[in-house]
């Protein structure tokens, strides 16, 4: 766990709250990603971001607002969120983007919307 | 769109026995195919990966990859009760290094 780093564990807020959610990686590696895991769903992938530049938005809504301030950091903004957005979100990286590239999670975030 | 399809289990198997999890995916351009491993309350880890066609053997792990039959499967050899998890397949295809995840199936190895 201590290559992919991700604060805070937990969180718990309210729908008009505002809260961001961050990611660090120590392997040196040039593209990081978010995914959401809800119960009794697949892991779904969020946002790819190569060398600071987002390369992959899949259709997130705008209440959640990523920021990669360098390739080692990772940021997930929150803003006026639904109960159905409570899930476990994961943070990853890996070398690049190039196909086939391992990724490797952090701990993740376990997030409760009231 | 792009499927990767598990059996939710939970797949139960005794001590010592060998565990097989089996996935299917619906894009045929697949390159790329993962299994990480989940525990309960924690991260996914990654444990095997495949490219090509036939096995890949890594210790009590085997992965096996049949791309014409779009089906990739892994084997656990010697189950210990700390096999117990849910292991996830993943796939990307030709669209770059976006991952496709299965819903996972819970392995319980009973002692």
């Known amino acids: 766990e201590t290559g992919v780093t991700q604060t805070p564990r937990h969180l718990v807020m309210g729908m008009t709250n505002k809260k961001s959610l961050k990611c660090e990686q120590h392997l040196g590696h040039n593209a990081m990603y978010w995914y959401k895991q809800s119960a009794k769903k697949p892991l779904e992938l969020m946002f790819v971001y190569s060398l600071e530049e987002r390369v992959e938005n899949n259709s997130v809504p705008s209440r959640f607002s990523p920021e990669c301030p360098n390739s080692s950091h990772l940021f997930l903004h929150l803003h006026t969120l639904q109960p159905e957005d409570s899930a476990l979100y994961l943070c990853?990286?890996?070398?690049?983007?190039?196909?086939?590239?391992?990724?490797?999670f952090g701990p993740g975030t376990r997030l409760t919307v009231t | 769109q792009k499927e990767v399809e598990q059996n939710s289990g939970p797949l139960s198997v005794p001590e010592g026995a060998i565990a097989s999890l089996n996935c299917t995916y619906s894009d045929r351009g697949s390159q790329s195919f993962f299994w990480y491993r989940q525990y309960s309350g924690k991260s996914p880890e990654l444990i095997m990966f495949?490219?090509?066609?036939g096995d890949k053997e890594d210790g009590r792990f085997t992965a096996q990859l049949n791309k014409a039959s779009q089906y990739v499967s892994l084997l656990i050899r010697d189950s210990q009760p700390s096999d117990s998890a849910t292991y996830l397949c993943?796939?990307?295809?030709?669209?770059?290094?976006?991952?496709?995840f299965g819903g996972g199936t819970r392995l319980m190895v009973k002692p």
């Open positions: 990853a990286s890996s070398t690049s983007v190039r196909l086939g590239t391992e990724q490797y």
């Open positions: 993943a796939v990307n295809s030709n669209a770059g290094n976006m991952l496709t």
């Open positions: 495949i490219y090509s066609n």
